[in-house]
């Protein structure tokens, strides 16, 4: 049984940076795209960051480019998401979550991605 675990969130002022992580347990997921995901309050989940297995290629929706750096460590078994430059619009809880595949899906909705962790709290906010 996979679990993910979340941790790194909290209030933070605008322009300010967090550093999410993602511990994954219970078997490795060294073998697996992973990504972030985030929902706000009254909207649906929304694809945040991808990254494949090596961690050679990255994904990120256009709106969201040069604010946010996906990497992980496999020897740690562990995800990150670096988030800069944060506005309130960026308050959520965030995902981690794991495909099935080495691989980038080729799109990227909840859907693509098998496991998941229960979230961690960003809130933007001064």
């Known amino acids: 049984q996979v679990q993910l675990v979340e941790s790194g969130g909290g209030l933070v002022q605008p322009g300010g940076s967090l550093r999410l992580s993602c511990a994954a347990s219970?078997?490795?997921?060294?073998?697996?795209?992973m990504a972030w995901f985030r929902q706000a309050p009254g909207k649906e989940r929304e694809f945040v960051a991808a990254?494949?297995?090596?961690?050679?290629?990255?994904s990120y929706p256009d709106s969201m480019k040069g604010r946010l750096t996906i990497s992980r460590d496999n020897a740690a078994n562990t995800l990150y998401l670096q988030l800069d430059s944060l506005i309130p619009e960026d308050t959520a809880v965030y995902y981690c979550?794991?495909?099935?595949?080495?691989?980038?899906?080729?799109?990227?909705?909840?859907?693509?991605?098998?496991?998941w962790g229960q979230g961690t709290q960003v809130t933007v906010s001064s």
């Open positions: 990254i494949t297995w090596s961690g050679n290629i990255r």
């Open positions: 219970g078997r490795t997921l060294n073998n697996n795209a």
């Open positions: 979550a794991a495909s099935g595949s080495r691989y980038l899906p080729d799109d990227h909705t909840t859907d693509a991605y098998a496991y």
